[in-house]
């Protein structure tokens, strides 16, 4: 009888045993009614309090899973599921979750459930007010402000932190994993064009502020930002607008596979003219085509496959300076040399690889081939350097990148600890041809090369950062090392000889995350980065040829009510040396020590079902260390900044808002002798659903039609007539009064 009761004692405990390990691992894959996958799901067992995420395809792993334990799914934007977890979901291998996508709605945003809460929140703003530009693109960024001054052909003017980044020094931009940034182009370090985006094919935008990222590197100073294309479209759609200054705007994008079976498939096209509202027409036109092909390959894995082209030209009226329109010898939109302009195009090819090598470790990869032309004509001066032909310079380049990235991330535990490890390596290798800067005359004749010389320039990078999970308290530490190659023949040497340099930093970082509860989030980032440099700096300086950055961010994100968000961040950012390469006249200038500091703040406040109020504030001080009281001012950098607006979801078939952006005056010189003016304007559109199929929308730029200046520099210039050189603001008039109407077709 006893050996009875022990044998039964020792089958009853291996039954048990074999039903907990089998009911340690809860395995499914999440995506929506299309069968597309969903990344980022949160899926969250109350009865053991753990939780896990989706990766890219779709896939989770909850460990500590037994039957009976209650289980809530959730994406914003997506139908919560509540389920009770029974023997049935451990019989298959994997278990399929199926969400329904429905109307954003803040309340149902709980930090700790979303693995960044203001990515998520900009994927909000992104569904709530859709971007119908390459330009508002960026302006999804909070506290990122824009100004374009060459006829709309040329990159935007970016501001961030109290840098005025120019075209892109000083923030890493990427389209899936793809480089926009151009590394010693010929008209500025970081040149970043992202004009080859279509709008409508944006999915997602991730961003961070600060180089606290071990995954990004050159350029991330102020911050990054990554862009993410569609795998797919519900439906087809034309759109066709019409405005003022002869615009015209026709987009379409055109779901390819109407039977998917596994795979997607889409085009879009973007053509855009305008002559603006200046007095010598831009003649503006660019166009546009983009294509992409996704399956999904057995083991959970998925490849996509991108191709684009764009192509762009444009005339220009060039910055002005002030003292002329004043005068009245010319209007706001009047031109000194009209002569100015350009183009430009791009062909993009980007693979993407990504599998879950095994329930705990994923793999993703992509290499990218891009091939660029530039050719930009500019006068700044007018008649300063040349009395008799004036001073219109060229800018020209011809480029072929090449690139790969790899990714690994491993869930693991460190004893009780769970820990998620991802590292990385990639390359970037760019052959610049023909690089560019001559003296010329009405864009015809050249009167003299300043520079020209060819440029290959390689970077090639690797990471590895931990996330270790403490329960409430989270910490990430990170170590990314970069290493350069700069060469670099100068064509105007008679002998032959290639200048060299290679350079290796390696940038360390460590963030901090404390869950006070489920809606409030402390956080504190730190990271050592690097200012980044042209070739033809880095072959010339020994010294910083890549200075240090050093920064730190200490802040919140916090849902006080349901329906309210809000985030601020204390952030300090110090600068070793700002070499910076100035295109424009081929020289290099060194800024010394500099040092920022600031507060970000930002608020999402959801009125009613249909109703979104949002702001973003940023008060930011920016000063060159070794320079003297009253001459340490570093120029154009902002100091206060406000953007924000309402918004209209869908109420009745309408939909739309209002939009404002406010900067406010900021010093153009070293000792703030010259200020460049702020500006406040109010946009505005309105869209009313006829029915499922078609749309019709209007739109209004400056709605009060107020007078501002869109970009502004203290230059120095001269006149024809002028027998002395004046040093004033020199600046681009902001887009008056500008109305367009758009109808779009869905089928």
């Given at each position: 009888?006893?050996?009875?009761?022990?044998?039964?004692?020792?089958?009853?405990?291996?039954?048990?045993?074999?039903?907990?390990?089998?009911?340690?691992?809860?395995?499914?894959?999440?995506?929506?009614?299309?069968?597309?996958?969903?990344?980022?799901?949160?899926?969250?067992?109350?009865?053991?309090?753990?939780?896990?995420?989706?990766?890219?395809?779709?896939?989770?792993?909850?460990?500590?899973?037994?039957?009976?334990?209650?289980?809530?799914?959730?994406?914003?934007?997506?139908?919560?599921?509540?389920?009770?977890?029974?023997?049935?979901?451990?019989?298959?291998?994997?278990?399929?979750?199926?969400?329904?996508?429905?109307?954003?709605?803040?309340?149902?945003?709980?930090?700790?459930?979303?693995?960044?809460?203001?990515?998520?929140?900009?994927?909000?703003?992104?569904?709530?007010?859709?971007?119908?530009?390459?330009?508002?693109?960026?302006?999804?960024?909070?506290?990122?402000?824009?100004?374009?001054?060459?006829?709309?052909?040329?990159?935007?003017?970016?501001?961030?932190?109290?840098?005025?980044?120019?075209?892109?020094?000083?923030?890493?931009?990427?389209?899936?994993?793809?480089?926009?940034?151009?590394?010693?182009?010929?008209?500025?370090?970081?040149?970043?064009?992202?004009?080859?985006?279509?709008?409508?094919?944006?999915?997602?935008?991730?961003?961070?502020?600060?180089?606290?990222?071990?995954?990004e590197g050159d350029f991330n100073t102020a911050g990054y930002i990554d862009f993410e294309t569609k795998d797919f479209?519900?439906?087809?759609?034309?759109?066709?607008?019409?405005?003022?200054?002869?615009?015209?705007?026709?987009?379409?994008?055109?779901?390819?596979?109407?039977?998917?079976?596994?795979?997607?498939?889409?085009?879009?096209?973007?053509?855009?003219?305008?002559?603006?509202?200046?007095?010598?027409?831009?003649?503006?036109?660019?166009?546009?085509?983009?294509?992409?092909?996704?399956?999904?390959?057995?083991?959970?894995?998925?490849?996509?496959?991108?191709?684009?082209?764009?192509?762009?030209?444009?005339?220009?009226?060039?910055?002005?300076?002030?003292?002329?329109?004043?005068?009245?010898?010319?209007?706001?939109?009047?031109?000194?040399?009209?002569?100015?302009?350009?183009?430009?195009?791009?062909?993009?090819?980007?693979?993407?690889?990504?599998?879950?090598?095994?329930?705990?470790?994923?793999?993703?990869?992509?290499?990218?081939?891009?091939?660029?032309?530039?050719?930009?004509?500019?006068?700044?001066?007018?008649?300063?350097?040349?009395?008799?032909?004036?001073?219109?310079?060229?800018?020209?380049e011809d480029r072929d990148i090449f690139g790969f990235n790899l990714n690994w991330t491993s869930n693991l535990h460190?004893?009780?600890?769970?820990?998620?490890?991802?590292?990385?390596?990639?390359?970037?290798?760019?052959?610049?041809?023909?690089?560019?800067?001559?003296?010329?005359?009405?864009?015809?004749?050249?009167?003299?090369?300043?520079?020209?010389?060819?440029?290959?320039?390689?970077?090639?990078?690797?990471?590895?950062?931990?996330?270790?999970?403490?329960?409430?308290?989270?910490?990430?530490?990170?170590?990314?090392?970069?290493?350069?190659?700069?060469?670099?023949?100068?064509?105007?040497?008679?002998?032959?000889?290639?200048?060299?340099?290679?350079?290796?930093?390696?940038?360390?970082?460590?963030?901090?995350?404390?869950?006070?509860?489920?809606?409030?989030?402390?956080?504190?980032?730190?990271?050592?980065?690097?200012?980044?440099?042209?070739?033809?700096?880095?072959?010339?300086?020994?010294?910083?040829?890549?200075?240090?950055?050093?920064?730190?961010?200490?802040?919140?994100?916090?849902?006080?009510?349901?329906?309210?968000?809000?985030?601020?961040?204390?952030?300090?950012?110090?600068?070793?040396?700002?070499?910076?390469?100035?295109?424009?006249?081929?020289?290099?200038?060194?800024?010394?020590?500099?040092?920022?500091?600031?507060?970000?703040?930002?608020?999402?406040?959801?009125?009613?079902?249909?109703?979104?109020?949002?702001?973003?504030?940023?008060?930011?001080?920016?000063?060159?260390?070794?320079?003297?009281?009253?001459?340490?001012?570093?120029?154009?950098?902002?100091?206060?900044?406000?953007?924000?607006?309402?918004?209209?979801?869908?109420?009745?078939?309408?939909?739309?808002?209002?939009?404002?952006?406010?900067?406010?005056?900021?010093?153009?010189?070293?000792?703030?002798?010259?200020?460049?003016?702020?500006?406040?304007?109010?946009?505005?559109?309105?869209?009313?659903?006829?029915?499922?199929?078609?749309?019709?929308?209007?739109?209004?730029?400056?709605?009060?039609?107020?007078?501002?200046?869109?970009?502004?520099?203290?230059?120095?210039?001269?006149?024809?007539?002028?027998?002395?050189?004046?040093?004033?603001?020199?600046?681009?008039?902001?887009?008056?009064?500008?109305?367009?109407?758009?109808?779009?077709?869905?089928?």
């Amino acid at each position: 009888m006893d050996g009875f009761r022990y044998t039964y004692i020792v089958f009853v405990l291996f039954i048990g045993c074999c039903f907990q390990l089998k009911a340690q691992s809860l395995k499914g894959t999440i995506t929506n009614t299309v069968n597309q996958p969903l990344e980022t799901v949160y899926v969250f067992n109350a009865s053991k309090n753990t939780h896990a995420h989706t990766d890219e395809n779709g896939f989770f792993l909850l460990e500590k899973t037994e039957v009976g334990d209650s289980l809530r799914i959730g994406l914003l934007g997506y139908k919560t599921i509540n389920r009770i977890v029974k023997d049935s979901d451990f019989n298959s291998k994997v278990l399929t979750i199926i969400l329904e996508e429905k109307a954003f709605q803040l309340e149902e945003l709980v930090l700790t459930e979303n693995i960044d809460a203001l990515n998520t929140i900009s994927r909000l703003d992104l569904n709530i007010t859709p971007v119908n530009s390459s330009q508002d693109v960026l302006r999804k960024v909070p506290g990122l402000f824009i100004g374009q001054h060459a006829g709309g052909g040329k990159a935007e003017q970016i501001f961030l932190r109290g840098f005025d980044i120019d075209h892109g020094t000083d923030v890493s931009i990427q389209v899936d994993g793809m480089p926009v940034n151009m590394v010693s182009h010929a008209h500025g370090q970081g040149y970043s064009d992202l004009h080859f985006v279509i709008p409508e094919t944006i999915k997602a935008i991730e961003f961070g502020k600060g180089a606290y990222y071990g995954k990004e590197g050159d350029f991330n100073t102020a911050g990054y930002i990554d862009f993410e294309t569609k795998d797919f479209i519900n439906e087809s759609s034309i759109s066709v607008s019409a405005g003022q200054f002869n615009t015209l705007r026709t987009a379409g994008v055109f779901d390819i596979l109407k039977d998917r079976n596994n795979q997607n498939a889409y085009m879009a096209l973007e053509y855009i003219e305008t002559d603006g509202p200046f007095e010598s027409p831009q003649n503006f036109n660019r166009i546009n085509l983009f294509g992409k092909y996704s399956t999904f390959v057995p083991g959970r894995g998925k490849i996509s496959v991108t191709g684009s082209h764009f192509t762009s030209r444009w005339d220009a009226s060039g910055q002005i300076p002030q003292r002329e329109v004043d005068n009245g010898n010319i209007t706001r939109f009047g031109a000194i040399d009209d002569t100015e302009g350009g183009s430009t195009q791009r062909t993009n090819f980007n693979l993407e690889f990504s599998k879950s090598v095994s329930d705990k470790t994923t793999f993703s990869a992509n290499a990218f081939y891009s091939h660029y032309e530039f050719l930009l004509f500019s006068n700044f001066t007018f008649f300063l350097e040349d009395p008799e032909n004036g001073d219109q310079i060229k800018q020209q380049e011809d480029r072929d990148i090449f690139g790969f990235n790899l990714n690994w991330t491993s869930n693991l535990h460190l004893g009780n600890t769970p820990l998620e490890v991802t590292s990385g390596v990639g390359l970037r290798h760019d052959i610049i041809n023909n690089v560019e800067l001559s003296r010329t005359l009405n864009r015809k004749t050249t009167l003299e090369q300043v520079q020209f010389g060819d440029v290959n320039q390689t970077n090639a990078n690797a990471f590895v950062s931990a996330e270790f999970d403490f329960g409430k308290f989270r910490m990430i530490p990170a170590l990314r090392l970069d290493y350069f190659n700069f060469l670099y023949e100068d064509q105007l040497q008679e002998a032959f000889e290639t200048q060299s340099e290679t350079q290796a930093i390696l940038s360390p970082k460590l963030n901090f995350f404390y869950d006070v509860n489920s809606n409030l989030q402390l956080f504190a980032k730190s990271g050592l980065g690097f200012h980044s440099n042209d070739a033809r700096v880095v072959v010339t300086n020994t010294e910083k040829t890549l200075p240090r950055s050093y920064g730190a961010d200490l802040g919140a994100v916090w849902k006080p009510t349901k329906n309210l968000f809000i985030n601020t961040a204390l952030w300090y950012l110090f600068l070793e040396q700002e070499f910076v390469y100035v295109g424009d006249a081929g020289i290099v200038e060194p800024s010394g020590e500099t040092e920022r500091f600031g507060l970000d703040f930002g608020l999402r406040y959801q009125l009613t079902d249909w109703l979104f109020a949002d702001t973003d504030v940023t008060l930011t001080k920016a000063r060159s260390i070794e320079e003297p009281d009253g001459q340490d001012f570093i120029p154009l950098a902002p100091n206060f900044t406000m953007a924000g607006g309402l918004s209209v979801t869908d109420i009745n078939g309408f939909s739309g808002g209002l939009r404002y952006r406010y900067l406010d005056d900021r010093p153009a010189n070293e000792d703030n002798s010259i200020v460049a003016e702020g500006y406040f304007v109010i946009d505005f559109n309105m869209n009313y659903k006829i029915n499922k199929n078609i749309q019709l929308g209007v739109a209004i730029e400056n709605l009060f039609d107020v007078e501002w200046n869109e970009t502004q520099f203290a230059t120095e210039s001269r006149l024809q007539n002028e027998l002395t050189s004046v040093e004033e603001i020199h600046f681009t008039p902001g887009t008056p009064f500008f109305i367009k109407a758009t109808a779009t077709y869905r089928f």
